[in-house]
């Protein structure tokens, strides 16, 4: 039961690389920020509003999420939001592509 519940929880990170999330998010009402992934994954750091915050990796039972306490990133699949001071102000963010 344990490691069906570590499965679960681990299982939004699992198919998810650095590569994969770092980028510009242009959110749903025009917000926008940068995401750069550490190689582990275990830190990102935001880029927002032209300043920088370092974000630690958050157990989530879904998706996966990085946060200091001010601000947290979540995300899955292609969808995210960003979350400060634990309100929502930016959401149905979608990572843009290069061309």
Partial sequence: MLRALVLVLL???????????????QCKGGASFYVTS???????????DGRIYDLDEQRK???AAWGNGEWLW????????????????AQDCLKKSVH
Avoid: C, H
Wanted: proline share 2%.
């Fill in 61 to 63: 039972a879904s998706g």
């Fill in 74 to 89: 979540w995300t899955k699949g292609s969808d995210s939001f960003l979350e400060r001071n634990d309100i929502i102000v």
């Fill in 11 to 25: 299982s939004g990170m699992a198919y998810a690389t650095p590569n994969e999330i770092t980028g510009s998010y």
């Fill in 38 to 48: 550490s190689a582990d994954m275990a830190q990102v750091r935001l880029r927002v």
